[in-house]
């Protein structure tokens, strides 16, 4: 009786409890160093390269890098173990194409709202001859932040939409994977008796 409480338990704690190895690349000061040099290099979007890892190619471990300086993401690094089974490979490779796909809309967007932004600041400076030191104000702000926002609101929907989509795809994926454990784990006990 005991044996298959301790084993039920395992399940629960399988089913119930999912380890999350979550490590901050940032903490680390080699880490912070490895992006420091990166800073200079970036792709089309000015998004940092984080294919440089400070840990061995057998780690299972996410590692979260620093938010990125034109997205404000913090992009993760995904494992690439030889280890992992076939459907962590299909769950961390639809996980690198949400982050990428994620990471491109974000840049885009940020940089589009920075540019409108200043050109509206610009603007509006110019039309009431304010000196540069001076900044608009809040209410002066609102009118371009609602203006951008109902300009961008089916872009925004359709991004969502896009979101949750891609989402309910990888808890599908990751549910495979706990039931994939799950089934490991009962023939493994199957096969003890």
């Not at 298959?4 to 380890?19: A, D, G, R």
């Not at 690349?25 to 800073?39: D, K, P, T």
């Not at 002066?140 to 929907?157: G, Q």
Request: aromatic share 10%; proline share 4%.
């Amino acid at each position: 009786m005991l044996r298959n409480s301790k084993k039920s338990i395992l399940l629960i704690n399988l089913l119930v409890k999912p380890k999350l190895n979550i490590l901050c690349l940032q903490e680390s000061a080699f880490c912070r160093s490895i992006y420091a040099s990166q800073s200079n290099a970036s792709n089309k979007l000015g998004c940092q390269d984080i294919t440089v890892k400070p840990f061995k190619d057998d780690d299972k471990n996410v590692w979260v890098g620093p938010p990125d300086p034109v997205s404000n993401l913090r992009l993760k690094v995904f494992p690439d173990s030889q280890d992992l089974c076939q459907e962590e490979k299909d769950f961390y490779a639809k996980s690198r194409e949400v982050q990428d796909w994620n990471q491109e809309y974000w840049a885009e967007h940020n940089k589009e709202f920075t540019e409108t932004r200043n050109l509206y600041i610009a603007k509006v400076s110019a039309e009431k001859n304010l000196p540069k030191e001076e900044s608009l104000s809040a209410e002066e702000m609102s009118v371009f932040y609602k203006d951008f926002l109902d300009k961008n609101r089916i872009k925004h929907i359709s991004y969502n939409w896009n979101w949750y989509k891609k989402n309910v795809y990888l808890i599908f994926l990751a549910t495979k994977i706990k039931v994939s454990k799950c089934s490991k784990i009962i023939r493994n006990t199957v096969k003890l008796k």
